[in-house]
Structure formats: structure tokens, C-alpha cells
């Protein structure tokens, strides 16, 4: 988690005198914090600025929903789920002045907690509520993502690209089960074929083929919950951290993997480790997962853009 100073909170000058917009998920956590929304929603009203919840059915049109509020002059916006919604709002405040406070309130809240903001939904909406009514904000890095064909997207958290996109993938086009069994019966299948791909990475101006099962690109440490992929990634140092896993074989990934929660995966001899401002993937037949949500098909290119979103600390 970050180290926040005095210095780090810089006056956002001028409050605007749009709305603040929220992007509420309703089932972000399965459902647990369904209830909290009409709290939440009375203690941001506190920052003295009219509260806009915005409405939409699906993942789409919720970040539609966030293009067009911050189009219409929204003041802020605000995500309130976990790093899915988080994601889909970051679409449409990444490289603006529009401030963005992230409530964690899902299974994985990796980028909230990781920019330092109370796990608790609250808490978190009280820390938010301050800094609009004080008129600050902090700076921090994102990751730009760009496909082959021109495509952009951004990323606050991690970037999966190996095995666990493998198993998001299959998972995703399972009708049964539902809820978590599903994953698990995925992570089985993909266990059963594990074999290494063959890897293109560039990083900065190094190219260099490798043979890997996990690729991990983190503009934050965590994914999935608290998973420590990219234990040293930092998103205020303008850098991204790279970890690879080379060529394990089923029995070595199944003993690892548990590390991974508390970052001492780096550790193993088959993992290796970077850190550029700019990298590109390639890969045949591999879909991206970005801050856990399907993302672009390898190749993409990644770069780490400074001070790319504000947030309302």
C-alpha cells in the first residue's frame, strides 16, 4: 500500500460545479453491500455537491454511462464495486482532471486499496466526501493499453496475460456452473493442458523471446483479491513491473501459486522480473485480463502514463 504524506494531497483549485456522478454495481461483491448504497450516497452528499447515480444494465453501458456524465461536465465520479466497475470508470476519467474516488465494495477492490483508500465502503466514501469538500486531489500512474488494431484501453491494477487469463477465459465461456465452482473447474481444465507459450516481449527498447506460463504487467501489486503478483509495482513511479513465470510444469505452478498472495513467487528460480515504461506482448491465441476484466487480444502494447488520474484523497 502506498506511504501518503501531506505533500502527496494537491489542491484540485476551483471546485467544478458539475455533479458528482456514481457508477453503483449492485451485484459487485455478490451483492453483500447492495444495501449500503442509499448511505453511501447520503454521507457523499455532504461535499456540499448535487449526487447524480447514473443507471445502466451491463458492463457496457456502464461505462457509457461514465463517457457521458464526464462529457456532460461531471464534477467527479465515483465507482462504487470492485476493480470491474473500477475499471469500466476509469475508461472515462484516464489522462482528464476529473477526479475519481474508487468505493471498494467487490470480491477484488485490488486498485482502491492499493491507492491507499479504507477497505471499508464507508470509510472510504467519508475519506472521498472529505477531499471534495476541501478541494484536493492526488495524482497517480495508470497503464495505456494499445491493441494491434489502434484499439486503447487503461488499467489501474494488473494486466494478466498467461495462465490466469487462460482460466478467465474458459471460465467465461462456461454456461455451468454458476458462481465461484465455475473458475475452479476452469483452473482444473487448464491445469490438465498446461504446457509453456512462446512469448515476444519488448521492453523499452530490449526485445527478447521467452517460454512462459504466467505474464503479469502491474501498475499496482494485487489482483484478484489481494494476489501479490507484482509485489514491487509502485503507481506513482512511472514504471511497470513485469513478472514471468517460465516454464513450469503442472506440480511446481500448483506448489507456487499459493505465494503469490504474499509476493514471495519472485523468489523462484523460473521467475524473473522487470520493470519499463513501455511494453509489448505478443502471443498467438492469448486474451488479455486487465484489473480483472476481459480486455484485448495479444499483441498489446503497454506504457505507463504519470499522473494519469486524480483521486479524491
Not at 453483500?32 to 450516497?41: E, N, V
Not at 486503447?152 to 498467461?162: E, M, N
Not at 510444469?249 to 505465494?259: A, E, F, G, N
Request: hydrophobic share 40%; with cysteine; glycine share 10%.
Amino acid at each position: 500500500m502506498l506511504a501518503v504524506t501531506a505533500d502527496d494531497h494537491l489542491p484540485a483549485g476551483p471546485p467544478p460545479e458539475g455533479p458528482v456522478a456514481v457508477l453503483a454495481n449492485p451485484t459487485a461483491g455478490r451483492g453483500r453491500h447492495r444495501g449500503l448504497l442509499p448511505d453511501l450516497l447520503d454521507r457523499l452528499s455532504t461535499a456540499g455537491r448535487p449526487v447524480r447515480l447514473l443507471t445502466a444494465t451491463s458492463a457496457d453501458e456502464a461505462e457509457v454511462a461514465c463517457r457521458s456524465a464526464v462529457a456532460d461536465g461531471a464534477s467527479a465520479l465515483i465507482a462504487v464495486g470492485g476493480d470491474g466497475t473500477v475499471h469500466r470508470a476509469l475508461q472515462a476519467v484516464a489522462g482528464s482532471t476529473v477526479p475519481f474516488g474508487p468505493v471498494p465494495a467487490g470480491t477484488g477492490n485490488d486498485f482502491a486499496v492499493e491507492t491507499g483508500f479504507p477497505s471499508d465502503p464507508r470509510a472510504a466514501v467519508e475519506v472521498i466526501a472529505a477531499a471534495l469538500r476541501q478541494g484536493r486531489s492526488r495524482p497517480v500512474d495508470l497503464a495505456r493499453m494499445t491493441g494491434a488494431d489502434g484499439t486503447v484501453r487503461w488499467y489501474g491494477a494488473v494486466l494478466a496475460a498467461g495462465f490466469d487469463a487462460i482460466v478467465n477465459e474458459r471460465a467465461n465461456r462456461m454456461r455451468w456452473p454458476r458462481g465461484p465452482r465455475r473458475y475452479d473447474l476452469a483452473i482444473l481444465a487448464e491445469l490438465a493442458r498446461l504446457r509453456p507459450r512462446r512469448y515476444t516481449l519488448t521492453l523499452d527498447d530490449e526485445r527478447f523471446e521467452v517460454d512462459a506460463v504466467l505474464v503479469a504487467v502491474g501498475n499496482g501489486a494485487s489482483y484478484g483479491g489481494g494476489m501479490r503478483i507484482c509485489p514491487d509495482a509502485d503507481p506513482t513511479d512511472g514504471l511497470l513491473d513485469v513478472v514471468v513465470g517460465g516454464r513450469f510444469d503442472r506440480r511446481t505452478l500448483i506448489r507456487v501459486k499459493p505465494r503469490i498472495y504474499t509476493g514471495t513467487h519472485v523468489t523462484h528460480p523460473l521467475v524473473q522480473t522487470y520493470r519499463a515504461r513501455t511494453i509489448t506482448i505478443e502471443a498467438e491465441d492469448i486474451t488479455t485480463y486487465a484489473d480483472g476484466e476481459r480486455s484485448l487480444d495479444l499483441p498489446v502494447t503497454l506504457t505507463a502514463v504519470p499522473r494519469a488520474i486524480h483521486l479524491l484523497r
